[in-house]
């Protein structure tokens, strides 16, 4: 019985050969000065969003010739500056065919104001897509690195407005 629990624990703790592969500087996915990301909430295009435009020679049949609304999800993310303070940026990616694809990257301009140190960035929920689309997400920071973190919340609407205030807890 020993020696079969001694098994296990070498096992567990070597792990076979291959599971983790050790990732070069030269593969870096994610930046080091990305401090702090979520993805989370939702958005999708109306067929009012679309604009269709045909080519001369184009198939008359508007059927065929019409696109199909794009939809995804929104990325929350901060960058860490040199001098420790953060900017925080809002992605649109869109789910397409071929993989996620960025549609849109905005700077906070509120958050940069504030010259902020990140501690944390998170969903209004981890259990996967919410019901309605638009973003609910709370950023953690301080304007002292002495005092304590206080929240900021994100929110867009199903509309697509940005609104970005003191959590009120």
């Given at each position: 019985m020993q020696l079969r629990t001694a098994l296990l624990a070498a096992a567990l703790f070597t792990g076979p050969a291959g599971l983790a592969k050790a990732v070069t500087p030269a593969d870096t996915i994610l930046p080091p000065a990305v401090?702090?990301?979520?993805?989370?909430?939702?958005?999708e295009e109306s067929r009012a969003d679309i604009a269709i435009e045909r080519a001369p020679?184009?198939?008359?049949d508007p059927a065929k010739t019409q696109l199909q609304p794009r939809r995804g999800y929104y990325k929350l993310f901060s960058v860490r500056q040199p001098d420790k303070t953060s900017k925080i940026y809002l992605?649109?990616?869109?789910?397409?065919?071929?993989?996620?694809?960025?549609?849109?990257?905005?700077?906070?301009?509120?958050?940069?104001?504030?010259?902020?140190y990140v501690?944390?960035?998170?969903p209004e929920s981890s259990t996967g897509m919410g019901k309605q689309p638009g973003l609910?997400?709370?950023?953690?920071?301080?304007?002292?690195?002495n005092a304590?973190?206080?929240?900021w919340t994100v929110l867009i609407d199903e509309f697509g407005e940005i609104t970005i205030e003191k959590a009120t807890n």
């Open positions: 401090i702090f990301a979520t993805s989370t909430g939702y958005w020679g184009a198939a008359s992605q649109q990616i869109a789910q397409a065919d071929s993989g996620p694809e960025i549609v849109s990257s905005v700077e906070l301009d509120e958050f940069t104001q504030l010259k902020p501690t944390d960035i998170r609910f997400a709370t950023v953690y920071l301080k304007t002292d690195p304590e973190s206080e929240g």
